[in-house]
């Protein structure tokens, strides 16, 4: 199949705006719940729609106090918190458009996106951002006003504001159409600078209403438990912009958590109890790995690998009895699968709260054994595909047929295509308008309509989309052989001790890799085989970790042909951070700053 089109659920509105919501949903249903913020205790409090339009309302009230127009653009640079999503729907509320800056930006990535958006004021977290945007601040003359979360940022424009006429934000409000731009997200810039992508509010409509309606089991919006998810995806990220609006779009009781470690997430996890979750693979595997480490460590790793295989087996006897392919799990294993339940899924669906049973899983490829083990034990990933310039998912699997191992079929009012190079082309509503200011890029990536994703894939006979690899990362070694580094990188990084993968080769002779390594799963393995603690000088070269570390490689090799295996490997002593300039804020490989930084090492894979 070249090409494969799902219509439209719903149809973009005529006119409006992403605001519009807020205001509506307070008139019909004042007392539903929308939100959910923690108290200075710590508590969680439920927000209603009245709470939460009379919280816009004065907020948006204060930006015009405070000299913030229609057409503005405004840089919000924060961790996932509840001010975040306060902060955009008062912008859209009087016509302006944020800009959201990953909080780990350096000084220079922040001032070339407040330079490039010729943003007019910014909202930032806490004194390190503020004095991250002061120290560029001379650069950037249209910057009028600089707010800071942490100090009271939200009281003081509520303040500021109270003499404004709540008519003068309607009027605001009530000027957007669905072509008004409604925010510019920058992309990651694996490969040079980051480019803003403008979406406008039809964008967002356009996707966030064609996937809460096409996936009602996640989102259901008819009587019953409510919806809830605990975001802790950035905001920065669209994913997480697009849940956002999703999620108050829908009546999704939405919370916000800006702390990722274990300690801190998983007792929120608990208090909060979700139905639904939203994180990029590797949050996943991080779960699963922790949760085997603790098994060995308990003694209890035989039933865990165990549980493990019987999840995997039903999942996939589950998935062939949906595609009319086998009857489903046969009586011996659904005896298995019960037993196996109480004693280890079970207590993976604890850890995110008790009531999850929906995961959305994008950003990169997860592997398809992750996603039956997960499936076998109680909670359906659904796997999607997209990107900034399709306003998150162009592409997921349906929950009633999932397709372990794809990026699922087009989302309602989307098309896909594989043009003759195996690059995937989309085309529907959320697909971007353009780049910020940059007609050539535009032009580039944008064919009639058709965006041209720069991905490699391919669509079976159903229409489910597998993406292959990256055309700007296919390496040609110098016999000529073309290969995609993705995939080998994803099956090497399924090994517990292993944190990052890169493979390298572009001209070369054969292809190689370098391996980074998990300091916790590296801690675990020592203690469990009773070897003393090393420095990373040491532990690379202990021959018992590399004969590990070999096992994934080799693995990995079974994927493909010989030419195109990896034939050396070399294990670095630390990872690869974004503080070194080697990752993105979105965790992808940054491959030609990592290649210069590792010359050295990459130069003696290749010594005869």
């Not at 697009?242 to 998983?266: F, K, N, T, W, Y």
């Not at 109480?342 to 899983?361: D, K, Q």
């Not at 580094?485 to 993968?501: G, I, K, N, Y």
Request: proline share 6%.
């Amino acid at each position: 199949m070249r090409e494969s089109t799902v219509p439209a659920l719903v149809t973009t509105p005529p006119a409006g705006g992403l605001a519009d919501v807020v205001f509506e949903r307070a008139e019909k249903a004042p007392d539903h719940v929308v939100l959910a913020r923690r108290d200075p205790s710590g508590v969680w409090r439920d927000v209603t729609a009245a709470e939460f339009r009379d919280q816009v309302l004065a907020l948006a009230k204060g930006l015009l106090a405070q000299g913030v127009r229609f057409g503005d653009r405004v840089a919000v640079m924060s961790r996932t918190r509840y001010e975040w999503t306060l902060f955009d729907f008062a912008l859209w509320s009087v016509g302006a458009q944020p800009v959201p800056v990953y909080p780990t930006s350096s000084a220079e990535q922040v001032h070339w996106i407040l330079h490039d958006a010729e943003v007019t004021a910014a909202v930032v977290e806490h004194e390190d951002h503020a004095m991250t945007v002061g120290s560029v601040i001379d650069r950037l003359p249209r910057l009028r006003r600089l707010w800071q979360l942490d100090a009271g940022a939200e009281d003081r424009l509520a303040a500021a504001g109270a003499d404004i006429d709540t008519e003068v934000v309607h009027r605001h409000r009530l000027a957007l159409t669905p072509d008004t731009p409604a925010t510019v997200i920058y992309t990651s810039g694996t490969t040079g600078r980051p480019k803003g992508c403008v979406l406008t509010h039809g964008n967002f409509m356009a996707e966030c209403d064609n996937v809460v309606r096409r996936y009602e089991t996640v989102f259901p919006s008819r009587s019953g438990e409510q919806a809830s998810t605990l975001l802790f995806l950035p905001l920065a990220h669209v994913f997480g912009r697009m849940i956002e609006v999703g999620a108050i779009r829908s009546g999704v009781r939405l919370g916000h958590q800006p702390d990722l470690s274990a300690a801190a997430l998983l007792p929120d996890l608990e208090a909060f109890r979700p139905t639904f979750v939203l994180a990029v693979p590797y949050i996943f595997e991080r779960i699963f790995h922790a949760a085997r480490r603790r098994a060995e460590a308990e003694g209890r790793l035989e039933p865990f690998d165990r549980a493990v295989e019987v999840a995997v087996r039903y999942a996939e006897a589950v998935e062939q009895k949906a595609f009319g392919t086998g009857p489903g799990p046969g009586a011996a294993l659904r005896v298995q699968h019960r037993f196996f339940d109480r004693l280890v899924f079970s207590r993976l669906r604890a850890a995110l709260g008790g009531r999850c049973r929906y995961a959305m899983s994008g950003g990169s490829a997860m592997q398809r054994r992750l996603g039956l083990f997960y499936d076998g034990a109680g909670i359906r990933i659904i796997e999607g595909y997209g990107l900034t310039e399709s306003t998150a998912a162009a592409t997921a699997n349906p929950p009633e047929r999932t397709r372990f191992g794809t990026v699922g079929v087009p989302i309602p009012g989307t098309a896909v295509r594989i043009a003759e190079d195996g690059e995937v082309w989309l085309r529907g509503g959320q697909v971007f308008t353009g780049y910020l200011g940059d007609h050539r890029a535009t032009r580039e990536v944008l064919h009639n309509g058709w965006l041209a994703t720069g991905d490699l894939g391919s669509l079976d006979g159903d229409g489910y989309l597998t993406i292959t690899g990256r055309k700007k990362d296919i390496l040609v070694t110098s016999s000529g052989k073309s290969v995609s580094p993705t995939p080998l990188e994803d099956r090497v990084r399924a090994h517990p001790l292993v944190a990052q993968c890169i493979v390298v080769g572009n001209d070369r002779p054969y292809v190689a890799a370098l391996v980074t390594l998990d300091p916790d799963a590296v801690h675990h393995w020592l203690t469990m085989r009773n070897k003393p603690e090393m420095g990373p000088a040491e532990l690379v070269r202990d021959p018992d970790l590399e004969s590990e570390i070999r096992r994934s490689v080799v693995a990995a090799n079974t994927l493909v042909s010989q030419a195109e295996s990896i034939r050396t490997f070399r294990i670095l002593g630390s990872q690869f951070t974004e503080e070194d300039g080697l990752l993105t804020p979105s965790l992808k490989l940054k491959r030609k700053a990592i290649e210069k930084m590792y010359a050295m090492e990459i130069e003696a894979l290749y010594q005869t």
